[in-house]
C-alpha cells in the first residue's frame, strides 16, 4: 500500500516499525461527511430551544430516525465511537418528560463513569425545571436516596442496583414505577455471556413490576457494531419486533492503523518480546512526539505495570512529561475516578493506560492515538476502543499483539483482522440455574401467576415446580391453571444471594486472613482449579496466595503475594452426555450438541515463572471430584473405514493409522485449536469455555472430542459453535498451518488454561486431522459419505 508521508506525532513510530518489521500491517480509514438533517419540528419547544441554545441547530440522520422510531416500539441504535448514540435516547426522553409532567425514566449503565458522564450530559441542556437526573449507585450517599426516590425522574443506575436494591423494594420506589415511561440500556454490547443472561432476566423483572403498577415504558438500547444487534435486544427485553438504527451519518476522521507483533526471541519455541515492553515502548515515543494517547490493557495489574514502565522511560527524558502519564482502572475511589476523568476531559494528561473502564461512551475529550495491547476477545471491543483515536479530524489506532493464539493468528492474517465481520453477542436467559435464580426473586417481589408468561416465559410454571420440588416456592390456591407460587421462606431475601457475574449461586469466599476482608468470591465449580491450597489469585490487579481452601465454610484464605510464579492446576476432566438435542453429520464425523455433566479432579498444580513461563515444580493435591451439568458439543472420528466411511477417502481410519500418543496428542491439539479461534465465532473469552479429547469415550465408543460452556447450565456458546461448526474448523486449521513453530506454541495448539499442562499435544496430527475433516466437506456425497 501506498505510504502515507504526511508528518503526524506518530510518523516517527510507523517509520521505525517498518524498518525492524515489527509494522506487520497498515490500513487507512476515512475520513466521511456527515449527514445532517434540521431539527424535528415534533419537539417539545423547550427541547428545541435547549439545543439552539447549546448550538445545535441539526442532527445527525441517525439521530432524527431514533427519535421517530422510538415513539413505535423498542429500538436498538448500533451506530459507530463518537457518532452521537447519546443524543438518540436522550432526546426522545427529554420530549416525554417536556410533555408529560409525572413521567419517569431509568437509565442502565454497566459502569460508575459512564452515569457519571450522562448525567453531566443531560445536564447541560439547562432544563432543570423539567429534569431531575440522579445517580443511584453503590457511591449514592445513604442519606441522599430517599429523595431520589422521591424527586429524580431520570435515575441512572447499573443491573446490580436494580436486582438487589430497587425490584425487591419496588414499593419504595411506587413513584417511578408508577409513571415509568422511558428505559434506557446504554452499552448494549456489555450484557453477554453469564452477565447478559443475568441481565436478561432482570430486565424481564422489570417489565413484570412496571406492569403491576400500571407502566408499558418505551425500551430504547445502543450497542457497539455486533453480528446481531435485533436478536441481542430481544434476548435482553424479552421483547419483539425491535428497530435496528445502524446507518451512521456522523463524519468520521482519517484514521491510520497500524498492527503490531512484538520480535521473535526463539523461533523454535514461538517466544517473542514482550507486548507490555512493546507497549511502553510506543507509548512514551507518542508521548514524547507530542500525541495525546489512549492505551487498553486486559488485566489491573498489567495498567499498573504499563504505566510505571512509560513514567521510566519519561523520566529519562522528559521528566515533566512522567506526570502526565496516569493509570486507570476499577478499584480506585469515587473521588480518584471523577478526578482523573476531569484531568482527560481538561487536557492536563497525555496518557492515560486503563482496562475497559474507558472502552465505552464516556466523554473523555479528544485523542490523537489509541493503542490496544493484545487482543480484547472480540473484534468489536477493539473496533470501539480504536474508535478513541482521532483528534483534529486525525488519529492513530494500534494493535501490539501478544504471543496467545489470536493474536498471532491475526497477525498471520491482518486482512483477515482488518476486514473481519464482528461476532455475534451471545446469552441464554434460560440458562436454568441463572433462570430459576431470578424466578425466586421475582416471587418475592410479587406472587407468579398464569398471566407472569408475558414476562418470564411460557415455560415459567415448569421451573417452578422445580423450586417447589426443592422447597424454595410453595403452590398457593385456584385450579392448577390459576395457582400461584410463593416463597416458601417469604422473609428472605433472594436477590441478595445472585450474583449477576456467576452462573451458579453456589460459590466460595475468598478472604485475605490478615484484614479477614472479603475480596469477592468464585463459583463452586470453579474453586478447586482456581483457589486450590498454593494457588495464585489475581484481585483488583493485586496478587494473592491461597493459604487454605476451606471445604466445609465454602471459603479460600489468601494473603499478599510478590513472588516472580505463577500456578497453573493439572485437572483430570470426565464428561457424561445427559440428553442428545441435535445432531448433524458433517465433514466426516457425526456432530452432537446436548447437556452433559463435567467432572473435575484438581490432581495438582504447576509453579511457572513469570518471566519465561518455566516450570518450577509441580506439588500434587488431595481434592474430592467436582460436577456441574452444562451444555456442550462434541463430534466422533470414526474408527475402521470399512464399517463407517463408504469408498471414499474420507474420514473412515484416520485413528485407526496413528500411534496411540500421536492420536491422544492430535485430538487434544485440535480441540485447543478450536477453543482458541471459538472467541471470533462468539463473542467470549477462552476461559468461558472447556474441552476434553479423549482416544475412546465410553458413551460413544470411539474418538471423541467435546467442547463445553465452562459456566453451570451453558450460556449458549457451545450452541453457537456446533451451528457453525465448518467454520470452527476452518479457522482451527489456519491457526496451526500457518504457525511457524517446530511442535507448538502458545501461539497455535498451548493453552494457558490446559489441565493436562500441554500434554500430550501432536501439532502435525492436529493439522493431519483437520486437513483430512475439510477435505471430506469438498468430496462429491456419495464419496464422503459415512
Excluded at 364 to 384: C, H, K
Excluded at 540 to 548: I, L, N, P, T
Excluded at 584 to 595: K, Q
Excluded at 777 to 786: G, T, V
Aim: proline share 6%; net charge negative.
Amino acid at each position: 500500500m501506498a505510504i502515507d508521508r504526511r508528518t503526524e506525532p506518530w510518523s516517527a513510530l510507523l517509520d521505525a516499525g517498518r524498518e525492524d518489521g515489527r509494522l506487520v500491517r497498515e490500513a487507512n480509514e476515512g475520513p466521511g461527511s456527515a449527514k445532517l438533517v434540521d431539527l424535528p419540528e415534533e419537539l417539545h419547544p423547550e427541547v428545541l430551544a435547549a439545543l439552539e441554545r447549546m448550538g445545535i441547530g441539526s442532527l445527525y440522520a441517525h439521530q432524527a430516525q431514533a427519535l421517530h422510531a422510538a415513539t413505535q416500539g423498542p429500538t436498538i441504535v448500533t451506530t459507530g465511537t463518537a457518532s452521537g448514540k447519546s443524543m438518540c435516547f436522550n432526546l426522545p426522553t427529554l420530549h416525554i418528560l417536556c410533555e408529560q409532567g409525572p413521567a419517569r425514566a431509568l437509565y442502565l449503565y454497566p459502569t460508575k463513569a459512564l452515569a457519571q458522564d450522562q448525567a453531566r450530559a443531560l445536564s447541560a441542556f439547562g432544563l432543570t425545571r423539567r429534569v431531575r437526573p440522579a445517580i443511584y449507585d453503590g457511591d449514592t450517599p445513604r442519606e441522599t436516596r430517599r429523595e431520589i426516590r422521591k424527586s429524580a425522574n431520570v435515575v441512572l443506575t447499573n443491573p446490580d442496583m436494580l436486582h438487589l436494591g430497587i425490584l425487591p423494594n419496588h414499593d419504595a420506589w411506587a413513584e417511578l414505577f408508577s409513571n415509568l415511561a422511558v428505559v434506557v440500556i446504554d452499552e448494549a454490547h456489555v450484557y453477554r455471556g453469564v452477565f447478559g443472561s443475568h441481565v436478561g432476566n432482570v430486565l424481564r423483572r422489570l417489565r413484570r413490576i412496571a406492569a403491576a403498577y400500571g407502566t408499558q415504558p418505551i425500551f430504547m438500547l445502543t450497542s457497539a457494531t455486533i453480528a446481531n444487534p435485533v436478536e441481542l435486544a430481544e434476548r435482553l427485553t424479552g421483547l419483539e419486533d425491535v428497530q435496528l438504527i445502524d446507518s451512521d451519518a456522523s463524519p468520521t476522521p482519517r484514521r491510520q492503523i497500524a498492527v503490531w507483533n512484538p520480535p521473535l526471541t526463539d523461533e523454535a519455541l514461538g517466544t517473542r518480546r514482550s507486548s507490555l515492553g512493546e507497549a511502553a515502548e510506543i507509548l512514551a515515543r507518542l508521548v514524547r512526539d507530542g500525541a495525546r494517547a489512549i492505551c487498553f490493557m486486559k488485566s489491573r495489574k498489567g495498567v499498573e505495570v504499563l504505566a510505571r514502565l512509560v513514567k521510566q522511560d519519561l523520566q529519562n527524558t522528559h521528566p515533566e512529561l512522567a506526570e502526565q502519564v496516569e493509570p486507570y482502572r476499577a478499584g480506585y475511589t469515587p473521588q480518584q475516578r471523577r478526578e482523573l476523568e476531569q484531568r482527560l476531559m481538561r487536557g492536563e494528561l497525555r496518557a492515560v493506560i486503563t482496562t475497559d473502564a474507558l472502552e465505552l461512551g464516556i466523554d473523555i475529550g479528544e485523542l490523537d492515538a489509541a493503542v490496544v495491547v493484545t487482543f480484547p476477545g472480540t473484534v468489536a471491543s477493539l473496533r470501539q476502543m480504536w474508535g478513541r483515536a482521532g483528534r483534529r479530524g486525525r488519529g492513530l489506532a494500534v494493535y501490539v499483539a501478544g504471543e496467545d493464539a489470536l493474536d498471532q493468528f491475526f497477525c498471520r492474517n491482518p486482512e483477515e483482522f482488518l476486514e473481519r465481520p464482528v461476532e455475534a453477542a451471545i446469552l441464554d436467559h434460560e440458562s436454568p440455574l441463572i433462570y430459576r435464580a431470578h424466578l425466586l426473586c421475582a416471587a418475592h417481589e410479587g406472587p407468579l401467576s398464569h398471566t407472569d408468561a408475558e414476562f418470564l416465559g411460557p415455560r415459567w410454571q415448569a421451573h417452578a415446580e422445580v423450586l417447589e420440588t426443592a422447597g424454595e416456592l410453595r403452590r398457593r390456591g385456584g385450579t392448577v391453571a390459576r395457582d400461584t407460587y410463593v416463597p416458601r421462606r417469604p422473609g428472605g431475601y433472594p436477590a441478595a444471594q445472585v450474583s449477576l457475574r456467576s452462573a451458579s449461586p453456589d460459590s466460595f469466599a475468598i478472604v485475605e486472613v490478615s484484614s479477614g476482608e472479603l475480596l469477592g468470591s468464585t463459583e463452586a465449580a470453579r474453586a478447586h482449579s482456581t483457589v486450590h491450597e498454593g494457588a495464585i489469585y489475581m484481585h483488583q490487579g493485586r496478587s494473592y496466595e491461597v493459604r487454605e481452601l476451606d471445604l466445609e465454610r465454602r471459603q479460600a484464605l489468601v494473603s499478599a503475594f510478590s513472588g516472580d510464579w505463577y500456578t497453573q492446576p493439572k485437572v483430570e476432566t470426565d464428561t457424561e452426555i445427559i440428553r442428545l438435542l441435535d445432531r448433524r453429520e458433517t465433514l466426516g464425523v457425526s456432530l452432537s450438541f446436548g447437556e452433559v455433566s463435567v467432572t473435575d479432579t484438581v490432581l495438582a498444580y504447576q509453579r511457572r515463572r513469570l518471566q519465561d513461563h518455566a516450570a518450577v515444580d509441580i506439588v500434587a493435591l488431595d481434592l474430592p471430584p467436582t460436577s456441574f451439568a452444562t451444555q456442550a458439543l462434541w463430534f466422533e472420528l470414526p474408527l475402521e473405514a470399512g464399517e463407517r466411511a463408504g469408498r471414499g477417502t474420507g474420514l473412515g481410519g484416520f485413528a485407526d493409522t496413528l500411534p496411540m500418543e500421536t492420536l491422544l496428542g492430535a485430538l487434544h491439539a485440535t480441540e485447543h485449536a478450536q477453543i482458541a479461534v471459538l472467541p471470533l465465532i462468539a463473542m467470549c473469552d477462552r476461559w468461558d469455555i472447556g474441552g476434553l479429547s479423549t482416544n475412546f469415550h465410553p458413551q460413544t465408543g470411539v474418538p471423541t472430542i467435546f467442547i463445553y460452556d465452562g459456566h453451570p447450565g451453558g450460556i449458549g456458546i457451545s450452541r453457537t459453535a456446533f451451528a457453525r461448526f465448518e467454520e470452527l474448523c476452518e479457522d482451527a486449521l489456519r491457526l496451526i498451518a500457518e504457525c511457524t513453530c517446530a511442535g507448538g506454541c502458545p501461539s497455535c495448539v498451548q493453552s494457558p488454561k490446559c489441565g493436562n499442562l500441554n500434554e500430550p499435544l501432536h501439532k502435525a496430527g492436529a493439522r493431519a486431522l483437520l486437513e483430512r475433516l475439510l477435505t471430506v466437506a469438498s468430496e462429491p456425497a456419495s464419496a464422503a459419505a459415512l
